[in-house]
């Protein structure tokens, strides 16, 4: 087969990491900008490593090499050369200075990495993304993150084309040219790795606001955007100012320039990116305003707004040595973001979200053939391990660590993580090292969970014993093997648990072995294979409430009855587990729905749920979580060979024997009770009572669905704000209602010129379950707001398909198949990156029955023999196929 070379690179290896031979103290960039060719001169002032006798070696990818100097001497054509992406050089020497000038076409560049164009030729505005690997498309440098050097860029344009013109680190001057041309200069004090750089130049409008930090640094907040949406910049605005004081407040963290810019773009591959003093976001993490944005986006732009900004400290301030520690920043953002969020909304609610990506994203992951470590071995292409495990994953083992440490001891150990790191590029070891030496403990156990992939299964197993009046509850782990692990060790996993009595209420624990009495919640650590924990003085055979909060990322097997989780998801007063016990409980009722074994688990969970609902103990929404069964992702999980349409049919069959037991005028008279509250503000009282109404809709289409139907239509009709309204509009979407087609056409007029709010147009009917998927799928790519180009818009209609649509993706006949791989192909030819992240939706294939599992498997085979794949799509591909 005749692959293209990168098709099949050698892998890096973390074992193979050598320090750089040669670095860059001071880097001084010129842009000449314009849309169909830019100009980059960049002066390197080189370090040699005494210890090492290497040649000069800088990365470059796609550059015109238009002229190089060294130490202002331009150098003959032998003295350098440039080939398969890697410029050598001959005789430079430490402290020599390297001057290169290239030529780019940002117009050309569909793949968003590096200097490109958002937005049309005539309005847009040109913009770069360089992490992980993106300087390297800009000009050349060793495109590493160990290396550190301090930025001088100036810019260079035409004034009415390009009035604004930025780029990271402080502002230092700003003039005239001729020819209408201007230019402006930005210095960053802070030495910074290449990934971190960036530049935005084009008509932009902004949002500013004087802050003040902690220790009294006058700094200018400029939120930017085109000129037409500047007004939906006000929510983030005040979401940076908050985060911006949290950090102080929570990690004695202050900001550290005297301006920190933030830039929306339609066009972008990713949620947002931390560059230095310059945060370019997705548009749809950044806009937001009542009109076209729901509530769950509104947490959204929060949550990814205080990510960026968090990752100030760390990651910026605090890199990575290579990307193989890329977790080192990522699991440590979302771990403080998720935190912020907690403070800022509703804790369990925000644990329940939180925990339900990390099954529906990372289990799904960790369970199939891209499953990797937290910290992976190798790779072949860097950008695709951004991902599910890398995050989210990550995050949970920071929380595991803080927990371990408390909330004083945590702080200890991060002041000292910042005050050791600061400046350096570290590793997870120099991380463990700072939190567990602050506090003498030895965290490097905790290096076996960022080593191993899988998700560790957790049996418990109670006895209790009445003549000695004791509770034994046996713990277990086992983490099944994943792709090159065969054999996985045991992990330091904390179990936070309770004990409850049969009427409900939680029982005093004595923990054998600890000394005072433990209150009623305690947490034990299982570091080995097996272990006891007795509890003494326990009057009735109690029911333990386990893994409290989701104290670790793990599977929990325990066999609990239907009354002990009926009893949990009615008493248990941490809203994380008592919604736990509930999606328990909804499994069990699942299978045994599925397996046509009785109706125990189903009457269980609905006459619980129908206590809840009826009562007035449950906050609405966290009522309305635990109103929703797991979804069908999660639900596939447990099969060995699932068939997606039939899960789907169980799941409502589910849903309809809840709204029955609920009964269809209790339904409808809650929802006239919560329409009459509806509002359009952001309060969390509002907010809860739009999420619960939308799922007492749902229940009530099920039982029903002509009176829904009506509700949902009038509903759409008056709705105040996007929440409302795209929840009607789902419904009625979903159902395929007679009503759906003129809310459709209103939707698709009202949205004409706003890129998000069409998104979800898109995405609503992508979501249509079944058979009549694909045709609707195949009739939107006419659509004249249909491109490829845009990932925002690529994303909504074929990665919800793929990713969100298990009924209509995984068709029986596997058109679904065929048709996704056809699109992954032009889509990779525009846009690697897009093409490989949407390929992820095949990870679930070898669990699915026989017919759709092979008929999968040649759709990716077919695909991948092509040959002409990219790194990214390729490398997803092989792993996908590989045995
Ligand atoms: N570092 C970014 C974040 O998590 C994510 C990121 C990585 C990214 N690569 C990217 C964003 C490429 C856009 C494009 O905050
Ligand atoms: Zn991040």
Redesign the pocket.
């Given at each position: 087969m005749s692959a293209r070379p990168e098709n099949a690179p050698v892998p890096t290896r973390l074992d193979d990491y050598r320090a750089p031979a040669w670095r860059v103290d001071t880097v001084e960039l010129t842009f000449d900008l314009g849309i169909d060719s830019t100009e980059v001169v960049a002066r390197l002032h080189l370090q040699r490593d005494p210890a090492q006798d290497q040649p000069l070696r800088l990365d470059g990818e796609g550059l015109e090499l238009l002229a190089i100097a060294l130490d202002d001497h331009p150098l003959d054509a032998g003295a350098y050369r440039y080939a398969e992406n890697v410029l050598e050089v001959d005789g430079a020497r430490d402290g020599s200075v390297l001057e290169t000038r290239v030529r780019l076409k940002p117009a050309e560049n569909t793949a968003?990495?590096g200097l490109y164009l958002s937005g049309s030729r005539e309005a847009g505005f040109l913009l770069t993304?360089?992490?992980?690997e993106?300087f390297r498309h800009i000009t050349f440098f060793p495109d590493r993150p160990d290396v550190l050097a301090k930025f001088t860029v100036t810019l260079r344009a035409d004034r009415t084309r390009f009035p604004v013109l930025l780029a990271g680190g402080n502002p230092d001057g700003a003039g005239e040219l001729d020819d209408g041309r201007h230019w402006a200069r930005f210095v960053d004090p802070h030495p910074r790795p290449s990934?971190l750089f960036a530049l935005v130049a084009g008509r932009l409008e902004k949002l500013e606001r004087d802050y003040v930090t902690a220790d009294k640094r006058a700094v200018k907040l400029v939120m930017w955007s085109e000129p037409n949406v500047i007004d939906r910049c006000h929510y983030a605005l005040d979401a940076l100012e908050r985060s911006m004081r949290w950090d102080e407040q929570t990690y004695g963290r202050n900001y550290d320039l005297d301006v920190f810019h933030v830039v929306a773009t339609h066009d972008?591959?990713?949620?947002?990116?931390?560059n230095k003093g310059l945060n370019?976001f997705?548009a749809k993490y950044l806009l937001a305003d009542p009109d076209s944005t729901t509530d769950d986006e509104y947490r959204g732009v929060e949550a990814?707004v205080a990510?960026?900004y968090f990752?100030n400290w760390s990651?910026n301030r605090v890199t990575c040595r290579d990307w193989f520690q890329l977790s080192l920043?990522?699991g440590l953002?979302?771990f403080r973001e998720q935190s912020f969020s907690a403070d800022m909304n509703s804790a369990p609610l925000k644990r329940i979200e939180d925990v339900a990506l990390l099954r529906r994203a990372q289990f799904t992951e960790d369970a199939g053939p891209l499953a990797h470590p937290v910290r992976p071995s190798e790779y072949r292409e860097i950008?695709n391990f951004?991902t599910a495990t890398v995050?989210e994953k990550g995050s949970e083992l920071v929380r595991m660590i803080a927990g371990r440490l408390g909330r004083e001891g945590f702080r200890r150990g991060m002041d000292r993580y910042f005050e050791r790191n600061d400046g350096r590029a570290a590793t997870i070891e120099d991380f463990l090292d700072a939190l567990g030496s602050a506090n003498d403990i030895d965290l490097s156990p905790y290096l076996a969970w960022y080593a191993q992939a899988g998700t560790p299964r957790l049996k418990a197993h109670g006895r209790y014993d009445s003549s000695r009046r004791e509770y034994t509850l046996t713990l277990s782990q086992h983490t099944p093997p994943t792709h090159g692990q065969p054999h996985k060790q045991p992990v330091p996993i904390p179990v936070k648990l309770a004990l409850f009595g049969q009427d409900g209420r939680m029982l005093a624990l004595h923990l054998d072995g600890r000394a005072a009495s433990q209150g009623n919640e305690a947490v034990v650590i299982l570091d080995r294979a097996e272990q006891d924990f007795v509890f003494r003085d326990v009057d009735q055979p109690p029911v333990p409430s386990l893994l409290r909060g989701f104290s670790a990322p793990v599977i929990l097997e325990c066999d609990y009855t239907p009354k002990a989780l009926a009893l949990l998801l009615t008493h248990d007063p941490d809203g994380f587990n008592r919604w736990e016990a509930g999606q328990q409980l909804a499994a069990l009722a699942f299978d045994a729905l599925r397996d046509g074994t009785g109706n125990a688990a189903v009457d269980a969970w609905c006459g619980a749920l129908s206590a809840l609902f009826s009562g007035e103990s449950v906050d609405a929404a966290l009522l309305a979580d635990l109103l929703t069964p797991p979804g069908e992702l999660v639900l596939a999980d447990r099969q060995l060979e699932a068939d997606p349409s039939r899960i789907h049919e169980l799941r409502r069959v589910l849903q309809q024997h809840l709204a029955r037991r609920l009964g269809a005028e209790p339904l409808y008279q809650r929802y006239r009770t919560l329409a009459a509250q509806t509002t359009i503000d952001l309060d969390a009282a509002s907010q809860a009572s739009r999420r619960l109404k939308r799922c007492v809709l749902e229940l009530l289409a099920m039982v029903d669905p002509e009176r829904a139907y009506m509700l949902a239509s009038s509903q759409y009709d008056q709705a105040p704000g996007m929440t409302d309204r795209l929840a009607a509009l789902g419904v009625l979407v979903r159902a395929q209602a007679p009503q759906a087609t003129t809310a459709l056409a209103h939707f698709r007029a009202r949205y004409d010129d706003n890129a998000l709010a069409l998104d979800k147009w898109f995405m609503v009917q992508a979501q249509i379950p079944g058979e009549p998927a694909l045709e609707r799928i195949k009739a939107l790519e006419s659509d004249p707001k249909f491109t490829l180009k845009n990932p925002n818009r690529a994303r909504a209609l074929l990665g919800v398909f793929a990713s969100a649509n298990p009924s209509g993706f995984h068709r029986a006949d596997g058109a679904g198949y065929v048709f996704f791989a056809e699109r992954l192909a032009q889509l990779d030819a525009l846009n690697p990156?897009i093409a490989a992240r949407l390929a992820t939706a095949f990870n679930g294939w070898k669990r699915l029955e026989p017919v759709r599992r092979e008929a999968a498997r040649l759709a990716m085979a077919h695909l991948l023999a092509r040959g002409d794949l990219s790194r990214n799509l390729g490398e997803i591909l092989g792993n996908m196929l590989q045995d």
């Open positions: 968003l990495e993304q360089c992490e992980a993106g990934y972008f591959n990713m949620g947002a990116m931390e370019i997705n990814v990510h960026e990752h990651g920043k990522e953002t979302v950008n951004y995050y990156q």
